[in-house]
């Protein structure tokens, strides 16, 4: 198991290897799998902004997303068969002022995704507890577990496209309408969301 730690981001190429990010709240874990290539890397990002920082690319969105993908397509990836999965982005404290860096956090990381032209193919966010996420190299497989339940599958491994794909259920979204802070756009929620379909 490789462990990826608050602000660390790790490629794999080794099929026997298995990437989780523990205890994600507010943070997202972002999964990106090319499963013909058998790469999978995970990065475990906390804030939405760098700002003027430039010395930890896998903290910030902004710099955790392209430089991620980056990594990908240097052990090899093909971006166009790019599987991309994100987690977490809960809001774990009431805070006052509106401020809720989970959702900041996810609004950050499908707009540097949007403009690398990665499309998301699995969530599992918002709400208000923890989650583990954890990347099958070998498998292809991407699960997420939110405290005290069962693990879900957002990316199934040898070929699938996941439960509700494979079982003919379609998607389900816990949606709701709110402006996200960090792009001005309308938003999902804070309900918490499963897509298990192209965005």
Do not use: Y
Request: proline letters at 2%.
């Amino acid at each position: 198991m490789a462990a990826v730690r608050m602000g660390e981001m790790v490629v794999s190429t080794n099929a026997d290897d298995e990437l989780v990010a523990l205890g994600l709240g507010s943070c997202i874990g972002l999964a990106i799998v090319d499963r013909s290539a058998g790469i999978a890397g995970l990065a475990h990002i906390v804030l939405p902004e760098s700002g003027d920082r430039s010395d930890q690319l896998g903290k910030f969105a902004n710099t955790a997303v392209p430089e991620l993908i980056a990594r990908v397509r240097g052990a090899g990836g093909v971006t166009r068969r790019f599987e991309t999965c994100v987690a977490g982005g809960a809001r774990m404290f009431e805070m006052t002022g509106g401020l809720d860096i989970g959702a900041r956090n996810e609004a950050a990381v499908r707009a540097a995704l949007d403009q690398a032209g990665v499309r998301v193919r699995a969530a599992e966010t918002g709400g208000n507890q923890g989650r583990t996420v954890k990347v099958a190299v070998g498998q292809g497989l991407v699960t997420v577990r939110v405290a005290g339940q069962s693990a879900v599958t957002l990316l199934a491994g040898r070929g699938r496209r996941g439960d509700d794909l494979a079982s003919g259920r379609g998607p389900t979204i816990a949606r709701s309408t709110t402006a996200s802070s960090a792009t001005g756009a309308l938003r999902e929620p804070r309900a918490a969301m499963r897509i298990g379909a192209w965005l």
